[in-house]
């Protein structure tokens, strides 16, 4: 587990054990995923695989926000 801190331009840096581990790259893209009070993070690799996070979060998405605590 590692401990970031937000900046104060609300930037975060990814250990560079994760983005070793994960093959976090400049110019990744990420998808922010509302959990209740937890936020899961996504990388996708390519735009085919960022688009279909984006398709298949927004089907679930309706019933995961009438869903939160």
């Known amino acids: 587990m590692d401990i970031v801190t937000i900046s104060s331009k609300y930037q975060i840096t990814i250990p560079k054990v994760i ?12 998808l922010f995923i509302p959990h209740g009070k937890t936020i899961e993070l996504v990388f996708a690799r390519s735009e085919e695989e960022l688009a279909e996070l984006i398709r298949l979060h927004s089907k679930t998405s309706e019933f995961s926000e009438n869903s939160e605590v």
Do not use: H, T, V, Y
């Not at 983005?19 to 990420?30: C, D, L, M, T, V």
């Open 19 to 30: 983005r070793e581990r994960f093959k976090i790259n400049p110019g990744s893209k990420a």
